[in-house]
């Protein structure tokens, strides 16, 4: 039966100034434009989907209610935590498995196996994603224009465009989707950032002279410019 699984594109984050993708098997890419959001690893949920020793698979009487094919078609499936059921679906397959003279017992293990198999896929796919978000960040890393020795220049430029351009949905998109490490939104959003950089009078800045602080570097004191 078709259940869904609430697995998800890993989180994007490391420091800015990380070793790139040389972190254990269950490292996070870095978040180049973001290194204060870094989760821990330790917190994310074990994405295999595993029921092992969930159901007792010793003998059991007859007058146990899982043994015994639902009346009126209605199955009762525990799920594990972390893993939603589609009830509707379950309902309209309800008929079926009654037909089939499935137990409860039975359609529960039957949706165990669908689990451990979705929780698998589901791991390798975020494991390949993550490894895709890193090599962004590597690629950008080793750059002519914008990596090497220009790298700490690079990322505090275009940290300095989004926290005086960007808001709040444009950072969790980024990070979301793993753009802020794209070598191509790095570069675009430096560039900015030299330009505000350049606009600035000699004695300027938030803060300075009395100057009124820009708003976003109240929400992303991180993402201040430096200097």
Do not use: C
């Amino acid at each position: 039966m078709t259940l869904m699984l609430r697995i998800g594109r890993p989180e994007m984050a490391m420091s800015a100034e990380g070793a790139g993708s040389g972190g254990g098997e269950d490292a996070a890419p870095e978040s180049v434009l973001f290194p204060e959001d870094t989760p821990s690893p330790d917190g994310d949920r074990d994405g295999d989907g595993s029921t092992e020793n969930r159901n007792d698979t010793t003998d059991q009487t007859g007058d146990d209610p899982a043994d015994r094919v639902p009346d009126d078609g209605r199955y009762a499936l525990t799920m594990p935590e972390g893993i939603e059921v589609d009830q509707e679906l379950i309902d309209a397959l309800g008929p079926d498995f009654h037909t089939l003279g499935l137990t409860n017992r039975q359609a529960q293990q039957l949706a165990d196996r669908f689990i451990e198999i979705q929780g698998r896929r589901g791991k390798a796919a975020g494991e390949a994603w993550a490894g895709r978000v890193q090599g962004w960040a590597d690629e950008a890393r080793r750059d002519r224009e914008i990596g090497g020795a220009k790298w700490t220049g690079t990322v505090g430029s275009a940290q300095r465009a989004l926290s005086r351009l960007g808001t709040p949905a444009l950072r969790e998109y980024l990070n979301s989707s793993g753009g802020g490490n794209h070598p191509e939104m790095i570069r675009i959003f430096a560039k900015v950032g030299s330009m505000i950089q350049e606009d600035n009078p000699p004695n300027g800045g938030a803060g300075g002279n009395g100057r009124k602080a820009e708003t976003a570097h109240l929400m992303f004191p991180k993402d201040a410019p430096k200097g």
